[in-house]
């Protein structure tokens, strides 16, 4: 493509890159599905290949600036960040990041071809490209021309803030989201342990009531602290209890308010992230788990009243955290069902009293 653009008669500007750091690049989530998935890993050759990441930020950033740029004929420029690193390095810089411990052992024998089959083994979403991805790993991929640092006024940020920034706009972009969109656009249907987002496993369920929004959101807004959860009450106080022996908040903190809820507040063992009255709740665990949890509330209106949908969210740690997820689904597909359901019945029995007998 980039042959065909520059033998047009318009200038071309051409950016090489080694390895994106962001969602959507296709060496960045290979090395997110092994750290992720692999405790032990046994590397080949092609792990202490130096490569020159770049931030997906600083990619675009020169992709702007390369609109002002005047050039009278198509140049290349090879751009990356200040860090030359092994992909072994990277993966050790992501697991650091996610507060996993990876132990790596290289080997001499694995080919690029048995090293996409075991890649396919490992992360079945890459089978088909691992292959190539693998052989053009052969080479070190270093920017050798440094005339971009001289042509941009653009200083591409390290490995470290890279990764860190890459992990933190992942959270914003699922904090922001409204499950009632993103599960009925993903086309991905709903499988045993809930649906795959990235690293992210997202159990989601809905119930309709016949009652306006403002009424099926008021059991949400009070859940928690002497209100209880609703459903199963002795299994949350057992989980609080376990979660004080191994170090965690348990549910002694309970809620400031009975009624009322704001961000930051403490809710037992989760904290309020996010809350729209009358539409949308999002509270982050701060119990102790393999890895990081959500539950979030979303409220929309209907033609027959409201629809409430219930969503569990679990980034899981490595294997363990894969580990604690499927083993503790059956429990959990039963305490957040039923929380849900009886969340419907209060909110159609209080609707029912507020209204004025015929």
Same mark, same amino acid.
């Given at each position: 493509?980039? *042959?065909?653009?520059?033998?047009?008669?318009?200038?071309?500007?051409?950016?090489?890159?080694? #390895?994106?750091?962001? %969602?959507?690049?296709?060496?960045?989530?290979? #090395?997110?599905? =092994?750290?992720?998935?692999?405790?032990?890993?046994?590397?080949?050759?092609?792990?202490?290949?130096?490569?020159?990441?770049?931030?997906?930020?600083?990619? !675009?950033?020169?992709?702007?600036?390369?609109?002002?740029?005047?050039? /009278? &004929? $198509?140049?290349?420029? /090879?751009?990356?960040?200040?860090?030359? !690193?092994?992909?072994?390095?990277?993966?050790? +810089?992501?697991?650091?990041?996610?507060?996993?411990?990876?132990?790596?052992?290289?080997?001499?024998?694995?080919?690029?071809?048995?090293?996409? =089959?075991?890649?396919?083994?490992?992360?079945?979403?890459?089978?088909?490209?691992?292959?190539?991805?693998? +052989? $053009?790993?052969?080479?070190?991929?270093?920017?050798?021309?440094?005339?971009?640092?001289?042509?941009?006024?653009? +200083?591409?940020?390290?490995?470290? +803030?890279?990764?860190?920034?890459?992990?933190?706009?992942?959270?914003?972009?699922?904090?922001?989201?409204?499950?009632?969109?993103?599960?009925?656009?993903?086309?991905?249907?709903? %499988?045993?342990?809930?649906?795959?987002?990235?690293?992210?496993?997202?159990?989601?369920?809905?119930? &309709?009531?016949?009652? *306006?929004?403002?009424?099926?959101?008021?059991?949400?807004?009070?859940?928690?602290?002497?209100?209880?959860?609703?459903?199963?009450?002795? =299994?949350?106080?057992?989980?609080?209890?376990? *979660?004080?022996?191994?170090?965690?908040?348990?549910?002694?903190?309970?809620?400031?308010?009975?009624?009322?809820?704001?961000?930051?507040?403490?809710? *037992?063992?989760?904290?309020?992230?996010?809350?729209?009255?009358?539409?949308?709740?999002?509270?982050?665990?701060?119990?102790?788990?393999?890895?990081?949890?959500?539950?979030?509330? /979303?409220?929309?209106?209907?033609?027959?009243?409201?629809?409430?949908? &219930?969503?569990?969210?679990?980034?899981?740690?490595?294997?363990?955290?894969?580990?604690?997820?499927?083993?503790?689904?059956?429990?959990?597909?039963?305490?957040?069902?039923?929380?849900?359901?009886?969340?419907?019945?209060?909110?159609?029995?209080?609707?029912?009293?507020?209204?004025?007998?015929?």
């Amino acid at each position: 493509m980039a *042959d065909i653009l520059r033998s047009s008669a318009v200038p071309t500007i051409e950016f090489r890159a080694s #390895i994106v750091i962001g %969602s959507g690049s296709l060496s960045f989530e290979m #090395i997110r599905a =092994l750290v992720q998935r692999l405790p032990v890993m046994i590397c080949p050759r092609w792990v202490a290949v130096k490569a020159q990441p770049i931030a997906i930020e600083d990619v !675009v950033a020169y992709l702007v600036a390369a609109l002002d740029l005047p050039v /009278e &004929q $198509s140049a290349v420029f /090879e751009i990356g960040g200040p860090d030359q !690193v092994s992909y072994g390095q990277i993966m050790q +810089e992501y697991a650091r990041q996610c507060g996993l411990r990876r132990w790596m052992i290289p080997v001499p024998v694995l080919t690029p071809h048995l090293s996409s =089959l075991w890649l396919g083994l490992v992360t079945p979403i890459y089978a088909r490209v691992g292959r190539k991805l693998i +052989e $053009s790993m052969r080479n070190p991929t270093l920017v050798r021309d440094t005339s971009a640092l001289t042509a941009f006024d653009i +200083e591409p940020m390290g490995l470290k +803030e890279a990764v860190k920034r890459a992990l933190h706009h992942e959270n914003l972009e699922y904090a922001a989201t409204f499950w009632s969109d993103a599960l009925s656009s993903s086309g991905k249907p709903t %499988s045993w342990g809930g649906v795959r987002f990235g690293t992210r496993l997202v159990d989601s369920r809905t119930v &309709q009531v016949s009652v *306006d929004p403002a009424s099926a959101f008021a059991p949400i807004q009070r859940i928690g602290g002497s209100n209880g959860w609703y459903f199963a009450s002795f =299994l949350w106080q057992i989980r609080g209890f376990f *979660d004080l022996l191994v170090g965690g908040v348990g549910l002694r903190r309970g809620r400031r308010d009975p009624h009322a809820l704001v961000a930051g507040d403490a809710l *037992d063992f989760w904290r309020v992230e996010r809350i729209e009255p009358g539409r949308r709740l999002n509270l982050v665990a701060e119990m102790k788990v393999p890895g990081r949890a959500w539950l979030q509330f /979303e409220v929309e209106p209907t033609s027959h009243g409201s629809v409430i949908r &219930q969503t569990a969210i679990f980034d899981p740690a490595g294997l363990s955290g894969l580990i604690y997820w499927y083993a503790l689904y059956p429990i959990h597909y039963c305490i957040f069902k039923g929380m849900l359901r009886q969340i419907a019945a209060i909110a159609l029995h209080e609707a029912a009293a507020a209204s004025p007998p015929a």
